[in-house]
């Protein structure tokens, strides 16, 4: 009998990999695999790699070079490169790192442990890259991170043609699941525990495209509103283009859907948003802000923006600075334009030297920082409901129903993660906000009875039952 491998999984990248990632673990240890226990080497190591940037490019080729005299002295490790860099690099990965066991893509994650026997017979690194998808995430096998939040997959690919973005080169168009399959996942999540689970797209909310119904996503958020046991909804991410009225109008009316909104804007001028093919300008993006604040008045918006993109101008990040103190952005995820070979960004004149994008990225940094703040003290004195992620010792941390970080006293309570407590907030930071006092009550839900009885299985078997060493890095 062959003696049970073991793995362990860094995930570089967005959600959507992350989300991929559980995956990858799911069809591992339907395999017969198991995840290494904490300070054991693995027997197997998984890249589940980014192309958005080029630093994801470089963190991966990183890491495979310190993997290089590890593989020398023990050539029965394995090393599998999946992901999006995967689907963009293919063979060129065997060139830089001729070591690596198996490259796999975006769409055949589930192909993993066939692609890894196959190289460890025929002694021979096997490339396997699809252009079609095989299965959806969702429908494979699956190790969560969480005991009592999930990701659901709800499309995957992307439609748009923004100039500056690989991903619908590396995971191709839009393909929608069918609702019924989603909200059947949905129900299945809950009865296993889950309290909280969030709607994963390219494009949530052009989500229909496939099956011609433009208020699909609006219809989903509410059939999820119905699923009994379920506290808490999100999605990410929509695109202002396809953003409707009959969503907003589902955030506000289906008491389960939190009221924040995570929406990209990239660039505060029109020029750059045209040159950027965003097909929509300023006017448009502050509409849909204005509707959705109008809606729920309490609800946070987060967005995404792009520092230096070609030709961008003193004048174009400055219109940056003035919206982002308009629209006050609870949090702003900001990234230095980095060029993207076969993107049509690429190949624009102006391209602005690396000097000048990290010194405006620097002062839009500080900028970001000090309007987050801003917005952070205005619920100081306010009382918040917050979903238990952790608890350490005397302090918990979790998210808000409007996503900001809670950082709490859980010295004097009964609370575990998966549960729901009811905070007063005491202080504010740019990043997150204090509860220092015990909180005001305390929710045992589904969720936390999820969490307690995963802890015990965990201590009476000592098999780890979360993510296997799995280090998420959401490259910058």
């Known amino acids: ?269 029109d020029r750059i948003l045209q040159a950027m093919r965003r097909s929509y300008r300023i006017d448009r993006y502050r509409g849909i802000i204005e509707k959705v604040r109008s809606a729920m008045p309490q609800a946070t918006i987060t967005t995404d923006i792009i520092v230096g993109f070609p030709g961008e101008s003193e004048d174009d990040f400055q219109a940056t600075l003035d919206i982002t103190r308009e629209l006050r952005f609870l949090a702003t995820y900001s990234f230095q334009y980095s060029k993207r070979p076969g993107t049509p960004a690429a190949e624009m004149e102006n391209q602005i030297p690396e000097t000048v994008i990290k010194e405006r990225y620097s002062r839009l940094h500080e900028h970001l920082n000090a309007v987050s703040l801003s917005v952070n003290e205005e619920i100081v004195g306010q009382e918040r409901e917050v979903l238990v992620a952790d608890i350490e010792g005397n302090r918990g941390s979790g998210k808000s129903e409007d996503f900001r970080l809670v950082h709490f006293d859980a010295g004097s309570c009964d609370a575990r993660p998966g549960d729901l407590i009811r905070v007063r907030i005491d202080a504010a930071k740019p990043h997150f906000i204090f509860a220092n006092s015990a909180p005001i009550s305390v929710t045992r839900t589904r969720g936390g009875d999820a969490f307690e009885s995963r802890k015990r299985q965990a201590e009476s078997t000592g098999v780890m039952l979360g993510m296997p060493t799995l280090k998420s890095v959401l490259i910058s």
């Open 1 to 269: 009998m062959s003696p049970i491998r073991t793995y362990s999984i860094q995930t570089l990248g967005c959600q959507m990999n992350v989300h991929d990632s559980e995956r990858i673990a799911g069809s591992l240890d339907a395999a017969g695999y198991l995840p290494a226990p904490e300070g054991q080497d693995p027997d197997l190591i998984v890249f589940n790699t980014c192309a958005v940037r080029e630093n994801a490019d470089n963190k991966l080729y990183g890491h495979l070079s310190f993997l290089a005299p590890a593989k020398r002295a023990n050539p029965s490790l394995q090393i599998a490169i999946g992901g999006c860099l995967a689907q963009k690099d293919q063979g060129e990965i065997l060139k830089r790192a001729p070591y690596v066991d198996v490259v796999f893509g975006t769409h055949n994650v589930g192909s993993l442990p066939a692609l890894l026997e196959r190289a460890r017979i025929e002694n021979e690194a096997q490339i396997e890259i699809k252009e079609a998808l095989e299965h959806f995430p969702s429908t494979l096998p699956a190790r969560r991170h969480s005991a009592f939040s999930a990701w659901v997959s709800i499309s995957v690919g992307c439609n748009n043609t923004c100039t500056f973005c690989i991903v619908p080169a590396l995971r191709g168009r839009e393909r929608d699941r069918e609702p019924s399959e989603i909200i059947d996942e949905v129900r299945a999540l809950v009865s296993e525990g889950v309290n909280e689970i969030t709607l994963l797209g390219q494009n949530v909310n052009a989500y229909g495209v496939d099956f011609g119904d433009r208020q699909a996503f609006a219809k989903l958020l509410r059939e999820c509103g119905k699923v009994e046991g379920l506290d808490r909804v999100r999605f990410m991410s929509p695109h202002p283009r396809d953003f409707t009225d009959d969503v907003i109008e589902a955030m506000a009316e289906t008491e389960n859907v939190m009221p924040h909104l995570h929406m990209p804007l990239q660039s505060g001028s």
